[in-house]
């Protein structure tokens, strides 16, 4: 089991930045890949990023590809997004995920997940 909480969203304007952090207990944090989802209102939960416990390979979506940079910590068993020259279509709740497998980009790839942190960009 690992127990996953995500922290530091809000609300900023068009072009600013935010980081996300996802604190992780329970389990081994290194030995899991994680993700990042988002979910917007009306819409399915999508890829945002994710990251391998081994070489810390990361992959993300097209759409933030260039400016949401992830990263861990595993000294602190913690995951970070970094997200910046947000715009609109970047609201969402945010959440954070795990496996003990490759790095997936399908939401049901992922056995744990954090309750999400919401993140909303004016124009």
């Known amino acids: 089991q690992v127990q996953l909480v995500e922290s530091g969203g809000g609300l900023v304007q068009t072009g600013g930045s935010l980081r996300l952090s996802c604190a992780a207990s329970?389990?081994?944090?290194?030995?899991?890949?994680m993700g990042w989802f988002r979910q917007a209102p009306g819409k399915v939960r999508e890829f945002v990023g994710g990251?391998?416990?081994?070489?810390?390979?990361?992959r993300y979506a097209d759409s933030v590809k260039g400016r949401f940079t992830i990263s861990r910590d595993n000294a602190k068993s913690t995951l970070y997004l970094q997200m910046n020259s947000l715009n609109p279509e970047d609201t969402a709740v945010y959440y954070c995920?795990?496996?003990?497998?490759?790095?997936?980009?399908?939401?049901?790839?992922?056995?744990?997940w954090g309750q999400g942190t919401q993140v909303t960009v004016s124009s």
């Open positions: 990251i391998t416990w081994r070489a810390g390979i990361t």
């Open positions: 995920a795990a496996r003990s497998g490759i790095l997936g980009t399908s939401p049901g790839n992922y056995d744990y």
């Open positions: 329970g389990r081994a944090f290194s030995t899991y890949t």
